[in-house]
């Protein structure tokens, strides 16, 4: 079965780093697009960061491109998510999330909270 795991999130200052993972299990994971997508508090998801399979192209939102970095470990079935010069506006629930495959269920992680104070 697909399981994807966030884990990484933690309060922390603003301007300062922190790194989500994503252990991924139950697929070939090396042959999908990753993403992760955000949800601040009372907001809708908001994407940010696809990184491609095969040859690891990253993309990222407006709001952290140049801050954040996508990245992925196929050997060990992990994503990766490098933030830095965090705003309180990150502050949101981040989740690892498998979309967009053709005639194949889109899969989501539970999420974790990153929290970045004033």
């Known amino acids: 079965q697909v399981h994807l795991v966030e884990s990484g999130g ?11 993972s994503c252990a991924a299990s139950g ?3 090396s042959s999908y697009w990753m993403y992760w997508v955000r949800q601040a508090p009372g907001k809708g998801l908001e994407w940010v960061s696809t990184i491609t399979a095969g040859d690891t192209r990253a993309s990222y ?44 269920n889109d899969y989501w992680g539970q999420g974790t909270q990153v929290t970045v104070s004033s």
């Not at 933690?10 to 989500?20: D, E, I, Q, W």
């Not at 952290?64 to 490098?82: C, E, M, P, W, Y």
């Open 27 to 29: 697929f070939t994971f």
């Open 10 to 20: 933690a309060l922390v200052n603003s301007g300062g780093s922190l790194t989500l």
């Open 61 to 104: 939102t407006a709001a952290v491109k140049g801050r954040f970095f996508i990245s992925r470990d196929d050997a060990k079935n992990t994503l990766h998510l490098q933030m830095n010069g965090l705003l309180p506006e990150d502050t949101a629930l981040y989740y690892c999330a498998r979309l967009f495959s053709h005639e194949e």
